[in-house]
């Protein structure tokens, strides 16, 4: 009883169409499958380009500590 059935809907998009105008409708359903357009074309995008490391990147390494635990200067920066 409280679920809609195929009719309920059909009925419902009529009287959606004859309130908005059958203009208005089509401008609005175009709107909506530009969005949906452009939502895929960026998620395309997405998975066309993967990120490749570069091949200038070079390891690194661990930094040394400036300090050690009693807060001495272990090296100099400046």
Do not use: T
């Not at 089509?26 to 998620?43: C, E, P, Q, T, Y």
């Amino acid at each position: 009883m409280g679920s809609f059935s195929p009719i309920h809907l059909l009925v419902l998009a009529i009287v959606a169409i004859l309130l908005l105008g059958g203009g208005r409708f089509s401008n609005l359903m175009g709107d909506v499958a530009k969005g949906v357009k452009n939502f895929k074309k960026g998620m395309a995008e997405e998975d066309e380009k993967p990120a490749k490391p570069s091949a200038r990147i070079e390891a690194q390494k661990s930094a040394e500590p400036a300090f050690d635990r009693d807060g001495e200067r272990v090296r100099d920066d400046r």
